[in-house]
């Protein structure tokens, strides 16, 4: 038996078969389109939302429940930023500093390993204990670059 490369056994020999088989990919391509589930907004904001968090443990013993990371494009700068989450009971901005220098030792290794040249720190607040994903909440944002090899800075300081 002799096999022939996938792209001559999808379009055939000659050019009435390779047409057939070309448009039943792509109707079966168009079906799939028009029946596949589109998210709306809201469901798409929920996905930020992580009801598991995982503790932190920073270099002064307290204790900083982490949802996540995320990796984004940002327009402004033009480049990849990695920024961590994270949720407080604060937004006082003196406290919030505070805590974000000591993740920043933490989280520094992570963001050079991915190779970024800017990171963000992201607190949130939320108004209840038990927040869900339809919980409004207040944020605090910190923002570093990489200015040389190793050396970082908070924008904004």
């Not at 079966?28 to 992580?50: D, I, P, Q, W, Y």
């Not at 963000?120 to 108004?127: D, E, M, R, T």
């Amino acid at each position: 038996m002799r096999y022939q490369p996938l792209s001559k056994a999808l379009i055939g020999k000659d050019s009435e078969v390779g047409s057939a088989h070309k448009f039943i990919i792509f109707f079966f391509l168009m079906l799939v389109s028009v029946f596949s589930h589109s998210a709306t907004r809201e469901e798409v904001m929920k996905l930020g939302f992580r009801e598991q968090t995982k503790p932190m443990i920073l270099s002064s013993s307290e204790v900083v429940q982490v949802e996540g990371l995320a990796k984004i494009w940002a327009t402004e700068t033009k480049a990849w930023i990695l920024i961590l989450n994270y949720r407080t009971d604060t937004l006082e901005s003196a406290e919030l500093r505070r805590k974000a220098d000591l993740i920043w030792e933490q989280f520094k290794p992570i963001v050079e390993k991915m190779g970024v040249k800017y990171a963000g720190i992201h607190a949130k607040k939320f108004p209840i204990s038990n927040p869900t994903n339809k919980t409004d909440f207040v944020g605090h944002n910190f923002v570093l670059k990489q200015i040389t090899d190793g050396e970082w800075v908070f924008l904004d300081d």
